[in-house]
């Protein structure tokens, strides 16, 4: 599974905040639920760490895009941030190809719940996570090609604000991870991912 892509300006990727789905261990997938408290507060304090490193770093703050997943949960933390930086309208931009992976008859379920009414499909997915479709969802592996071509797109230092399962495969598609580890790796809802010269550290 090929992953890197060629070189391109810097990335910021930012995780929407805490849905009450997210705290109550939900699979979210494609269903548009809002931030909660704690995620709108997690939301502010990403917008005022942001304003600070580009005040110091560059580029504008004001001047610097922001794509983000038109779910909701993801929309309300780009436009916090937006808010933060002074975004030019015509810079905050909402990308279909940002949503979060479907988990179709999965979502509203907790994992207990899901390895108690699909066994099976749990085993399956854990043998194949870019592969396997959840009942009414879709793979990993189908949103590769649709992301690969967004990211290689970039010409200029932008913001993307989406999901826990695209920026993993965003990440496996720069090369920060492989393909076995990509889809595990933990992704906070309170911090700044920056992408940079190859590597990714964070903000």
Excluded at 117 to 132: E, I, T, V
């Amino acid at each position: 599974m090929a992953s890197k892509i060629g070189d391109h300006p810097d990335i910021i990727l930012i995780r929407h905040g805490q849905t009450e789905w997210n705290r109550l261990g939900r699979f979210q997938g494609s269903s548009d639920i809002a931030l909660d408290d704690v995620g709108l507060a997690q939301a502010e304090h990403i917008a005022q760490r942001l304003l600070e490193y580009l005040n110091t770093h560059g580029p504008d703050a004001d001047g610097i895009p922001i794509l983000s997943s038109p779910l909701r949960r993801a929309r309300q933390t780009a436009r916090i941030v937006a808010r933060r930086l002074q975004t030019q309208p015509a810079n905050l931009l909402e990308l279909p190809e940002l949503r979060e992976i479907s988990y179709g008859d999965w979502e509203g379920m907790t994992t207990l719940e899901v390895k108690a009414s699909f066994p099976k499909l749990r085993r399956a997915r854990k043998a194949d996570r870019w592969r396997f479709v959840p009942p009414g969802g879709e793979s990993h592996a189908s949103r590769l090609a649709s992301l690969r071509t967004l990211l290689d797109g970039f010409d200029r230092p932008s913001v993307i604000v989406s999901h826990a399962g695209v920026l993993r495969i965003c990440l496996f598609i720069l090369g920060v991870t492989d393909a076995e580890n990509a889809l595990v790796e933990p992704i906070s809802q309170d911090k700044i991912y920056l992408f940079s010269k190859g590597s990714l550290a964070l903000i």
